[in-house]
């Protein structure tokens, strides 16, 4: 029924950043824990990032301190700030929600979006 679409991946330099936005349709947007997860080629989708409802954090080991998890809820929009990015970030990068606050697992998000591409050159 929530429909997610992700915007703003691209091309960057390692070191670069970039900023990927979801936009949520539905009314009870505020409700969920939003989560952001990435594929890259031949590798099974993983978990990057968190953000329950009330704004609490979680992030993979090889995300933390880089990315930035961040919502709108007035906009019905979750961000993924990533800054000092690197080669291994490449992947397709797919927003999620949830209902469990503190889900990282594939099968407890129960809507995705349809996935921005994100690639970082060496």
């Known amino acids: 029924q929530v429909q997610l679409v992700e915007a703003g991946g691209g091309l960057v330099q390692a070191g670069g950043s970039l900023r990927l936005s979801c936009a949520a349709s539905g009314r009870t947007f505020s409700t969920y824990t939003m989560g952001w997860f990435r594929q890259a080629p031949g590798k099974e989708r993983e978990f990057v990032a968190r953000?329950?409802?009330?704004?609490?954090?979680y992030y993979a080991d090889s995300v933390k301190g880089r990315f930035t998890i961040s919502r709108d809820n007035a906009k019905n929009t979750v961000y993924l700030q990533m800054n000092s990015l690197k080669p291994e970030d490449t992947a397709v990068y797919y927003c999620?929600?949830?209902?469990?606050?503190?889900?990282?697992?594939?099968?407890?998000?129960?809507?995705w979006g349809q996935g921005t591409q994100v690639t970082v050159s060496s």
């Open positions: 999620a929600r949830t209902r469990y606050s503190s889900s990282i697992k594939l099968g407890e998000y129960d809507s």
């Open positions: 953000i329950w409802s009330g704004g609490t954090t």
